[in-house]
Structures are given as C-alpha cells and as structure tokens.
C-alpha cells in the first residue's frame, strides 16, 4: 500500500511518500526548484519520491491533499463579503490562481503525474495533527495545532490514542495566533510566513513595554488560551496589508521598512508579542492537560516553529515531554495527510517504539552516494580529495578547530526548516568572531541572531541547561551557568555591539539572554555527524560545533553536489565536505560569477 501526500499551492509545496505507513521519503519542492517557499505544485518533490521508492505513478494507491480546497474558498468569500468593497484588490488578486488550480486538485494531480486513482483530502488542521502525533513515540497524547489559517482553523486540541486521533475544539478565522506573530513580523518590516524567525531572536534585545497595550488593546485572552482579535487594528480580512494606521497609533509610527535600521522600538515590540505568544501557547497547553490529564504533549503547526514558546510549556509543564513535528509548517502537512490516510481512513495499527519516534531523524530526503558525488567532482575537475573512512571525522574536526568554515553535505537531505548535519555550514563555537564572519562572509546577512549549536546528545546537560535531546533544534534551552560569563550592562549599545560581548564559553551559540536553539545528534540517527562532533570534543574539548542552514539568505537550503559547490564558492566557506570527499577553497579554480546572482534572491 502506497500513499502519496501533497501540500501545495500555499506557501511551501511538499511531497511525502508512505509504504505500508513507513516514511519513505518527503521533500519540499523549493530545494529542486531553489525558489525559497516555492508554493507550486511539487512535480520535482513528487518525482523524487517516486524515485526513492522505487515505483512509478500507476503503484500509487492513494494521492491526498491535505487542505479542502473548497472549505478555504468559502472562508475567502465570506471574509471577502464582510469588508466589501474594501478588499476587492486582494480577492481579485487572488482569484485566477483559485479557479484555474486550487479547486481542482484531482484534476491537476491526473495532468501533472498521470495519476488515475482516487485524490483524498483531509482537513488542513487534521493534516497538523496527524503529522504531529502519528510520528511521535507516544501511545496517546494531547495534541496542539496553531498556525495562520487552514480552511476556518487556526489553532485545534485533541487527543491520539494509538491509531486513532480525535479533534476536540477549534479556534477559527480570524482568530488566528499565527495571524497575530504574522501581522508583528510584518510591523517590524520582516517577510510574512519566513520572518518570525528572526522576530523571535530579536526580543531579547527588547523589553516587554507593549505587553499590556497588546493585551488591552488587541486581542482578548481566555483561560483555555483561545483569543479574540479586535479586528480594527488589522487589515488582513480585505487589504493586502497585515496593520492599519490604528495599529501603528498604538506602536508610536509606522511599520518599520523592509531593510530599514531596527531600532529600540523594534526589540521592544518583538520582545512583547513573544511574551504574549509565550503566555497564550502556555495558557493553551495548560487548558489541554486540565481537559485531558495526558501526559504528553505533541505539537505541528507554524506556531510550534518558536522554540522559544516549546522550551517554556517544556520547563513549566504540567506535560511531562512533548514532541513537535520537525516539519511543522505547511509543508508537513503533506506527511500528515498521507499518515492520517493510513491511520484514520484506512484504520491501520499504529506501531510505537517508545524510546524513538519514526521520524528517523527527519532525514527522509535525497541522498546522493559516494559514486554521483566522484563523477560530478570529476566531470568538472573540481580539486578534491577522498576522506579515508577512519580518519574522516578527524581531519573534518580538525578544519573546524583551525576555525575554518565547512560547508558539510551527508546523507539524506533534511524533512523540515532546520538543518540538521546532512546541509550544514559547521564552524567553531568558541570563538566569538564566528559568529560575524558566518553572518557576513557567508550567509550574506547583517544578523542580529546567533548561530545555533549541535552537541552530542550524551553531553547535552554538561552544556545546557535541559535533560533530554532536542534532535530537530525546535527546543531553546539555556547555557549552563558555570559556562557563562557576567555581563556589564549592556544597554545602550548598538545591537551589533551586544552581540559581540563574549557571554559564555561557547558565545557564537550563546544569544543575548544566554538561550540556545538546541540539536542533539547521536549516533544510531546520524552517525558520520556524530563523529565529526565526537572529534572535535577530542582536539578541543568542546562537544559543540555551530550548525546554520547550508545556504545563503533569500536561498533554500541546498540539495545536490551542484548546490553545495555553488555555494561553497559563491561564499567565503573555507573547506567543503561531500559524503567522502573535502575541496579546499585554496585549490579550487577561480569561480566564474559576478555578484549578480544575489539580486535574484529574495529578500526574508
Ligand atoms: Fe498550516
């Protein structure tokens, strides 16, 4: 039995292939297509899959969408209607797409890869669900979704009980938490749907001074963490705007320019949502136990990409663990909907390992082995050496040690936002110009953001200040104290200038508030990583490396040997490791490119 899931025509398009309810294989297209957030149809994520297992589009048994189309046209419709004619632009905008794709998807699926069968759709927030619980090691657990919107859903509760998942309560449009970080992220001038990332590591340079006018002003919390939005501070109902001029009376001016300086006023602001996030996730979490007195926690959705907020319901329970689907955007939507197929429609057993989760460490993307990688290396000439397998990790390490930047590509490509070993950049934690040299030289950003460390997962206490691994980096936990350094007041610095002082032993990793945004790796998930860790600690005596996405801004984390060598060259990484092979950049032939490939990307 063979299910294909597709997420698409939103915002990150994936694919994700399950064999009798095992995970085969799942991407998302903007890694083949290298347009960042790529909403289209994922033909290249679909062919991949197929590939992987090995099978063509006629051994399909089922294809489903996870989203009913029809269900979000009607919430548009009626949104439209309630602010007419105000939004008339948006829904105009937004039309020819619905009508020539989005309400046909069987009909898009039969053109695109010649599939007859039937096309299934679960609910938008089913899919969240499912994606967040069926993977998870636990026998029956409470499940949280929030995101921006589904079809009407913007956040859900309900419990899974082995194969069985049961959605209790939902929170609906407009009502949305996700629309409410989203409409922040735009106000301090970041890109919707890709910027709330770097909200949330802005806020510890702020205070929370808008905590109370956000919570006066505009929204309404209620004991189970439900809210509602006074709809007149925002435009997103009819405009193409997220704020109006109300929103910014309260915030002291106007949305921050794209681009533009981040000042005070900015730290303040994103310091206050995400407290308000952080309180409205916890009031959530907390109402779930009351109703359920599970013990576990599972979590998808975009809202479960702040780590900050799931390493707080985490320290202050009442959960005993959680576990958050890797892919918790739209894009795990996909594995979702193919796992809620399996379980729920076609009612199979639902085999649980309690000691491991069957995301297999979110690795469920292309490999490319060692023979590819030669012949790629070969046909273009590009100076390289083989690695011989013992001393592999150590000569890997020993790059890093000389503080040189390694562009590393192993393995299966990572299922989900975060890098995880398999497309990394690696570089030393120790040394606080890392931090600036990988911003600068690398990814071709100003960050305000520290780079986040990998540890191997039996060290992980000795460093931070959590108990258990955080294999997919959506945990924020804090560096030990004895491994800080006190800090003289810093305020009134540049933001550039804070980031600079030396906080803990490890400061590139270390942010402003002494957090980190962990991984754990160990070696039955990923072992070539491991290793390379495992080395580093013995020339060092770190167990820590710095791991940030093998990419440079406004790209999609690379895929192929194409894209690493690219990059690598395109930036100022020092060594670049393929599977068994390492390039130094001394070695390799001038690369032929102007700057002008960095137009083409978009800005985040
Ligand atoms: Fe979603």
Redesign the pocket.
Known sequence: MVILGLSCFYHDSAACLLREGRIIAAAQEERFTRKKHDPRFPANAIRYCLEEAQISPENLDYVVFYDKPFLTFERLLMSYLTVVPKGLRSWLEAMPLWLGKKLHVPKVVQKEIGYEGEVLFTE?HEA?AASAFYPSPFEEAAILTM??V?EWATASYGIGRGNEIRLMKELHFPDSLGLLYSAFTYFTGFKVNSGEYKLMGLAPYGKPIYRDPILKELIDVKEDGSIRLDLSYFDFLGGLRMTNKKFERLFGGPARKPEAEITQREMDIAASIQVVTEEIVTKMARHLYEETKLKYLCLA??VALNCVANGKILREGPFEDIWIQPAA??AG?SLGAALSVWHRYLGKERIIDERRDSQQGSYLGPAFPAEKVKSFLDAHQYPHRALPAGDRARIIAEQIAAGRIVGYMAGRMEFGPRALGARSILGDPRKVETQSVMNLKIKYRESFRPFAPTVLEDKVSEYFEIDRPSPYMLLVADVQKKRRFPQSSLDGLGMMERLKSKRSDIPAVTHLDYSARLQTVNQRDKPDYYAVIAEFEKLTGCAVVVNTSFNVRGEPIICTPEDAYRCFMRTEIDTLVIEDFILYKEDQPPWKEGKEWRNELILD
């Open positions: 938008h969240h995101d921006g589904g959705g975009g955007g739209d939507g």
